[in-house]
């Protein structure tokens, strides 16, 4: 049954925009696109995985007064944000006459979305582009807020821009087409914004999560738009990552390291690697006596009766990497300053902090575990919620087992 469309509204003053939730916003996605459509050329942008999505934008938009309109498939994966692509892209948009009036729009998942928004930001120097995420992780993060670019062989997102989209049309009837593994590493991301500040969230995560990766329409909907409203009130109080949207990184050091040791070969999806990092997060902080080994134990319990990995061992082909190279990546991060590395660590569940206080050697201690350990999965899990040899796991995550 289709759900209310809702809409979250980013404040940016002239670079502001709204996010539209909803069943079946595809094919009336020129109703969402701000602009007057007539004497302008839009430039669709996608992937295999999602050109059948992208054809029925290309129709809609030359239906509802588009001058003219273009598209391009690219190959899907994270090896596609690269410089080779976004020149692919540039040179695209100018063999077909872009101008400063034109739209690009990206139709797939957050490759695609940062990649053409990139290449948007760099073109004519800016044009307009929009938004339409395919995949759950698009939907609730790389969508939203601005950030744009590509992967280098240092490390993921070292060139980019901030550049903000005119409008984000977040179908959730997409959302029935993408594999499991890919829904499901979006879904990381969605429980993110419960440990950066909002417990109740992350409660509400326990008792649903089930039903937002299985797709129930309002709980899906629910979920993305508690989390773009989470992303959107942290992108307005600090659009370019200055201080605050750093909390948006929970996980993402160790998790981009870990993507970038894999190569970007497929190994180790973005939202499985933020799930393995938040886990490494909670182990530093807990190192650190920030955090309590009950709230470390309550996350890996709901990211592993969902189905995500929180050990590196999941990784397979198993990624060859060391210490020593997993803190060289991390000392390229974008939140490095000096080769000083900046984590964001939890404090509790719903309650986070930056730092750059942290002693190299507890790092590389955390890594050097974790290299070592094995998989949890749910053969390790009693029937009462509580893994085996460990006390303490919420059985709230478990509450549908039988």
Known sequence: MPVETKIVTIDLDTRGYDIYIGSGLLYRLADFVPVELAGRSVFVVTDENVKSYAQAAKDIMAEAGAQRVEMMVLPPGEKTKSFKQLERICGWLLDHGVHRNSIVMAVGGGVIGDLSGFAASTIMRGVSYVQVPTTLLAQVDSSVGGKTGIN???????????????????????????????????????????????????????????????????????????????????????????????????????????????????????????AIGTILAFDLSLRLGHCTQEDMERVEAHFSAVGLPTRVSFIEPALKTDVDSLMEIMKKDKKATGGQMTFVLPAAIGETFITKDVPEGIVRDVLKDAIGKTNVTMEGFNRQGKRKGIKGLWKSAFSSQS
């Open 152 to 274: 280098m062989a240092q490390g993921k997102n070292l060139v980019g821009a901030f550049y903000q989209p005119i409008s984000v049309i977040a179908d959730i009837e997409t959302l029935k087409t993408i594999p499991k593994r890919e829904l499901l590493a979006g879904y990381a991301e969605v429980v993110k914004y419960g440990l950066i500040n909002d417990l109740g969230f992350f409660q509400w995560l326990e008792d649903n999560g089930k039903d937002v990766c299985a797709l129930d329409p309002e709980a899906v909907s629910h979920a993305i738009e508690k989390s773009t409203k989470a992303k959107a009130e942290i992108v307005e109080s600090d659009e370019k990552e200055s201080d605050r949207r750093a909390l948006l990184n929970l996980g993402h050091t160790f998790g981009h390291a870990l993507e970038t040791a894999a190569k970007y070969d497929g190994r180790l999806l973005h939202g499985e690697g933020v």
